[in-house]
């Protein structure tokens, strides 16, 4: 049996009540691909909302989880406080996180083992950039972008054994707003090689099972071709998870 074709849609630090509710509602009313997993990630403010009006077969996402399960961490949201909210899915290792709040792979891979521990599904985002960051300058010109990824997978391959709940973004970050855009041959590259990566460090079944989505602005415009190839199984989308077309990026793969 093949993998599941599985969309995310990261709504990321945008919405209203009203704003959040249409998009719910317009997911609620459409004929989406019953073969796909559907995946929401809204604000943390918004969780409950969104679980509690969302249709059952569309699942929702936390955007971040810490690695503690309680106490004097203000501002934090913890893996039981999530499984508690009847949230199944985090969000752990978004380019955002990583560059903007200077989240670093040992914290990443802390945050993911502990999700997964409490049971809930961990979509871990990996990536290079495109400029300076802090680790690997100028990475994609410097065409270092499986060392870059493969990194930040070891980092987390230290932490777990069991990949089965574990959906890895491929996120390329010079891609996210930029106007530059990773060609599908790009894409089904990188994720060739993360594929090749879980055959010989997990194992030829986490290779075989795990799905592996790409995150680097995917459009109504461009989900087609993209789904097409062998080693993207999905996509995890950013500014057009707003939109109404998200349902054509959910429907892709039909």
Same mark, same amino acid.
């Given at each position: 049996m093949g993998r599941q074709f599985f969309v995310g849609g990261n709504l990321?630090?945008?919405?209203?009540?009203?704003?959040?509710?249409?998009?719910?509602?317009?997911?609620?009313?459409?004929?989406?691909?019953?073969?796909?997993?559907?995946?929401?990630a809204p604000p943390n403010i918004y969780l409950l909302l969104t679980r509690e009006h969302l249709r059952e077969g569309i699942e929702v996402a936390a955007q971040?989880?810490?690695?503690?399960p309680n106490g004097a961490f203000t501002g934090e949201i913890s893996a039981e406080q999530i499984r508690d909210s009847g949230i199944g899915w985090v969000l752990v290792g978004h380019s955002e996180r990583r560059v903007?709040?200077?989240?670093?792979?040992?914290?990443?891979?802390?945050?993911?083992?502990?999700?997964?521990?409490?049971?809930?599904?961990?979509?871990?985002?990996?990536?290079?950039?495109?400029?300076?960051?802090?680790?690997? =300058?100028?990475?994609?010109?410097?065409?270092?972008?499986?060392?870059?990824?493969?990194?930040?997978?070891?980092?987390?391959?230290?932490?777990?054994?069991?990949w089965s709940k574990v959906v890895i973004a491929y996120e390329p970050v010079w891609a996210i707003g930029t106007g530059k855009v990773a060609t599908t041959s790009q894409a089904q590259e990188v994720h060739a090689a993360i594929r090749k990566w879980l055959s010989s460090q997990v194992s030829s079944d986490a290779a075989?099972?795990?799905?592996?989505?790409?995150?680097?602005?995917?459009?109504?415009?461009?989900?087609?071709?993209?789904?097409?190839?062998?080693?993207?199984?999905?996509?995890?989308?950013?500014?057009?998870?707003?939109? =109404?077309?998200?349902?054509?990026?959910?429907?892709?793969?039909?």
């Open positions: 990321k630090m945008n919405g209203t009540i009203k704003s959040i509710t249409s998009i719910v509602e317009n997911l609620n009313n459409a004929k989406l691909d019953e073969n796909t997993e559907v995946v929401i971040n989880v810490f690695d503690k903007v709040l200077g989240e670093d792979d040992a914290f990443i891979s802390s945050k993911t083992k502990v999700a997964l521990d409490s049971g809930l599904g961990v979509i871990l985002c990996i990536g290079e950039t495109l400029e300076n960051g802090n680790d690997f =300058p100028q990475q994609r010109e410097a065409d270092r972008t499986i060392e870059v990824v493969t990194h930040q997978l070891q980092a987390v391959g230290k932490a777990i054994k069991d075989e099972k795990t799905r592996i989505i790409y995150g680097g602005s995917v459009s109504e415009k461009n989900c087609k071709e993209l789904s097409k190839q062998e080693d993207i199984d999905g996509f995890l989308v950013g500014g057009a998870s707003l939109k =109404p077309a998200f349902v054509d990026i959910i429907n892709s793969h039909l």
